[in-house]
């Protein structure tokens, strides 16, 4: 997971998608945008995945993203 600092992009990202239209005032200045890898797994702040099931119901261990 990375943080997306790049101005004009965070615009391009947000005017593309209907975030803005769920608020009634302009909330980019406040709003933090993040790029996720494919198969990255997002959990609670503060939690890892140890174990992740697969729909064959094996227990695969999960990757753990670097801090």
Same mark, same amino acid.
């Given at each position: 997971?990375?943080?997306?600092?790049?101005?004009?992009?965070?615009?391009?990202?947000?005017?593309?998608?209907?975030?803005?239209?769920? %608020? /009634?005032? +302009?909330?980019?200045?406040?709003?933090? =945008?993040? $790029?996720?890898?494919?198969?990255?797994?997002?959990?609670?702040?503060?939690?890892?995945?140890?174990?992740? %099931? /697969?729909? +064959?119901?094996?227990?695969?261990?999960? =990757?753990? $993203?670097?801090?």
């Amino acid at each position: 997971m990375k943080e997306i600092h790049n101005n004009d992009l965070k615009q391009q990202l947000m005017s593309e998608s209907a975030f803005k239209d769920c %608020f /009634l005032t +302009d909330v980019s200045a406040d709003t933090r =945008l993040f $790029h996720f890898l494919a198969r990255d797994y997002i959990v609670q702040e503060g939690q890892q995945p140890s174990w992740l %099931f /697969l729909p +064959d119901a094996r227990p695969r261990q999960a =990757l753990r $993203h670097a801090s």
